[in-house]
């Protein structure tokens, strides 16, 4: 089972920045998506970034030109830096990755990380 340890939420005020990090370990063999999500309270989960194995990003409209989500494959970690945020930022984020354990492809979710975005 592969899992994924998060960091980097905190309290911030509006305008202000913060990096959130996710770091895999277990057993993989290859990781192909990486991603970050977000729930705010009351609200369903929706996809905030991701990046594939060959660089290519996706983000949502929301979060475009302020948010930038990385990936360091030796480290197995993804990370994703919010610049200029706003208090519809808040929520809880969540790193998902895709992986191939050497058997079969899986997934998991890291445990979420709370962001908070005063006004």
């Known amino acids: 089972q592969v899992q994924l340890v998060e960091s980097g939420g905190g309290l911030v005020q509006a305008g202000g920045s913060l990096r959130l990090s996710c770091a895999a370990s277990?057993?993989?063999?290859?990781?192909?998506?990486m991603g970050w999500y977000r729930q705010a309270p009351g609200k369903q989960r929706e996809l905030v970034a991701t990046?594939?194995?060959?660089?290519?990003?996706n983000y949502a409209e929301s979060v475009k030109g302020r948010f930038t989500i990385s990936r360091d494959n030796a480290k197995k970690t993804v990370y994703l830096q919010m610049n200029s945020l706003k208090p519809e930022d808040t929520a809880v984020y969540s790193c998902?990755?895709?992986?191939?354990?050497?058997?079969?492809?899986?997934?998991?979710w890291g445990q979420g990380t709370q962001v908070t975005v005063s006004s």
């Open positions: 990046i594939t194995s060959a660089g290519d990003r």
């Open positions: 277990g057993i993989i063999f290859s990781i192909n998506l």
């Open positions: 998902h990755v895709i992986y191939y354990n050497g058997i079969t492809w899986s997934d998991s």
